[in-house]
Every structure is written in structure tokens, then in C-alpha cells.
């Protein structure tokens, strides 16, 4: 089904790299992945799986639970530091084809990191609209913004049935 899609094709997705199929590693594959500090990572994780397993399961998960969890690598997607670490090695072998930001950046230079990852993607913003460009992205993918979406606020996700809005929180860095 994937292959059939047209190019260029985005895809999201926490896999490991270890864990994403060969024929995705090999070149001519972009990657960008976007890291966040590990306190911000466990507790995000946290409010998440906390909205899922009160939706009907077996109740919250207590916050040291979820920090025992994340720091033995008890994860869905694998240990956290391997995770970073594997896109981070392979962001300084193959510049070309991946990308390593991290999000404490993108919030404190949202500007400067938008330009560094258009240009990664082949899309340099034009000199002459570059800051008007900027600033669109930066609007149209801005947290506050994605919230309030229709799809975001009341939509349903096909393949796992969890409801868009629980992807959302406060998207601060230091919380």
C-alpha cells in the first residue's frame, strides 16, 4: 500500500531506526527526527498513556511507574537514549538524509530551525518572501492553531481508534 502512494511521501512515526524496514534506510530516504529532553519525554508520555488508560482501562498510571518504565527502556518504542542516540549517529553519518533537531531548539529558535529544515527538504525558502514564508509555517503548524482543528478536537484515528485530541497538551519545554 505504501509503495503504491505517489512521491514524495510523509510518513510520522516513534519506530526505533533499528526497526524501520531496510528498504526505508537505504539512501535516498529522508529522515527528520525531532528529540526532546528526557524529563519533558517521560512526563509527556505519561499525561498520554494517563488519557488513554482513563478512557474505560484500568485507571491512571502512577508517575513513578512511568519514570521506572522510561528509564529501564521499558517503552513501546525501545529504550529512549538508544532511540536518540541511533538518529543522532546516523544524523552525522548521512547529513544529507538525516536530520537531528531537537525540540527545546525549534521552541527557542523557531525561526532559524524552520529554515534549516526547509532547506534539508529541498525547499529553501526564497530570499525575497523568506520571512513572510516563516512566519506562515511557523502559524500554520503552531500548537495552538493544530488544536483547534475540527479533525483535532472531535476525530478519531482509523488504524488505533484514539481521539486526536489526546495527542495534544501544552507542547512547553520545561514542564
Keep these: 500500500m505504501l509503495l503504491s502512494c505517489s512521491s514524495p511521501r510523509l510518513l510520522h512515526t516513534h519506530l526505533a531506526y533499528s526497526c524501520l524496514p531496510e528498504a526505508v534506510r537505504e ?42 518504565s522510561f528509564c529501564s527502556g521499558v517503552l513501546p518504542f525501545g529504550p529512549f537514549y538508544e532511540h536518540v542516540v541511533r538518529y543522532w549517529k546516523e544524523s552525522h553519518r548521512r547529513p544529507g538524509e538525516v536530520l537531528f533537531l531537537k525540540y527545546e531548539d525549534l521552541w527557542r529558535e523557531p525561526k532559524e530551525q524552520v529554515r534549516k529544515l526547509a532547506l534539508f527538504l529541498g525547499k529553501p525558502l526564497s530570499q525575497l518572501n523568506r520571512d513572510d514564508e516563516v512566519e506562515k509555517v511557523l502559524w500554520r503548524s503552531s500548537l495552538a492553531r493544530l488544536k483547534e482543528l475540527e479533525v483535532n478536537k472531535s476525530g478519531v484515528g482509523e488504524l488505533n481508534h484514539v481521539p486526536n485530541a489526546t495527542y495534544f497538551r501544552r507542547g512547553t519545554v520545561g514542564d
Design 27 to 68: 539512501p535516498g530516504c529522508k529522515f527528520v527526527d525531532l528529540a526532546r529532553n528526557p524529563k519533558d519525554t517521560v512526563v509527556s508520555m505519561w499525561h498520554f498513556y494517563n488519557k488513554l488508560l482513563t478512557r474505560g482501562g484500568p485507571g491512571p498510571f502512577p508517575l513513578e511507574g512511568a519514570v521506572e
